[in-house]
């Protein structure tokens, strides 16, 4: 973990070249940095569409994509079918370096008798891999592959265990859990997911959290459909719409907006796992507010801000390539 204060430090210190590490926002990563998107289902919430957004308009290149299953969205090939429509309709529209969604199997991770986070028995998932090989790829010393999650973290925590320098090379981005009043539970949503690989990435990882949602029907009204480009993503956005105005918090996206739209996170706290709170079937640990704490807590967004920017995106003529 203290590779995590080192880079907190040398954001502020401006030491690097011509304030290459001086962040952009509240958080130490930015649009700068590739990422790496976990997730399971497609259809409910606009993840991945404000990710293939983001990094047509300069934001993070897309390095990866793993898609798993879970108990809301179980069956994989499903999910990944859904994922590979999304990229089907963004390619077809013109938008280019979209990578192809990567299967990932691996159940929950499962606490040792011994207690012992290292001690975990690794899936050895393709997930796992695909993080490892990426961030050897895509990672700086001033500049981290950050993994992006809207699903459980077991992916992640994964690679890990089957590389503990992986520890050196990336940041995980997680929208997941809610703000207590002490800090943050790793709840529902997602964080109820894998409690155990929760325990794993806030000890082993330098990892932010995002508990800050709005209400996703903002980011394409029904009024707004008809102005949609006459594309595949056009028409995939359309037909996805009615299903995301019935489900109106906005989960998933918002762990990668924080990335790449540095102005939505408005406030942040410094926290701590709390180590008297373990991993248990209802979540992860608790997060307690701590300012000498190594991991983040996103509490509050700019929404207004995030809807215009996608609206915005999606009608500009010049996300879709000459």
């Not at 529209?93 to 690794?122: E, F, K, Q």
């Not at 859990?177 to 330098?206: C, E, F, H, K, Y």
Request: charged share 15%; net charge negative.
């Amino acid at each position: 973990m203290g590779g995590w204060a080192l880079l907190t430090l040398s954001a502020c210190s401006g030491a690097l070249d011509a304030g290459s590490d001086v962040p952009h926002g509240l958080l130490p990563v930015d649009e700068r940095n590739a990422i790496v998107i976990s997730n399971d289902g497609a259809s409910d919430n606009w993840q991945g569409e404000y990710a293939i957004l983001l990094a047509a308009s300069g934001g993070p290149v897309i390095a990866g994509i793993v898609v798993h299953d879970s108990v809301h969205w179980p069956v994989l090939e499903t999910n990944a079918a859904g994922w590979r429509d999304l990229v089907s309709a963004a390619r077809d529209s013109g938008l280019r370096n979209i990578p192809d969604p990567v299967s990932s199997i691996g159940p929950p991770l499962s606490r040792p008798a011994s207690g012992d986070l290292d001690g975990t028995i690794p899936n050895y998932s393709q997930g796992a891999q695909q993080i490892i090989d990426l961030s050897r790829r895509f990672s700086r010393s001033y500049r981290p592959l950050v993994v992006v999650t809207g699903g459980r973290l077991t992916d992640v925590a994964d690679a890990y265990l089957v590389d503990h320098t992986v520890a050196d090379r990336i940041v995980v981005v997680s929208s997941l859990g809610t703000v207590s009043a002490s800090g943050a539970a790793m709840g529902a949503p997602n964080g109820n997911l894998d409690p155990w690989a929760d325990a794993i990435v806030t000890a082993r990882l330098r990892y932010v959290q995002v508990s800050a949602y709005y209400d996703q029907a903002t980011d394409v009204p029904s009024s707004f459909l008809p102005s949609l480009p006459a594309n595949p993503l056009g028409a995939w956005i359309t037909a996805k719409q009615p299903n995301l105005v019935n489900s109106p918090q906005a989960a998933d996206q918002v762990a990668v907006i924080a990335v790449g739209l540095p102005a939505f996170v408005a406030e942040v706290q410094k926290v701590s796992a709390d180590p008297n709170a373990p991993a248990s079937t209802g979540g992860g640990p608790h997060l307690i507010s701590d300012p000498a704490g190594e991991n983040w807590l996103v509490t509050r967004n700019e929404a207004a801000l995030a809807s215009a920017q996608f609206q915005r995106l999606l009608l500009d003529p010049g996300t879709y390539g000459p």
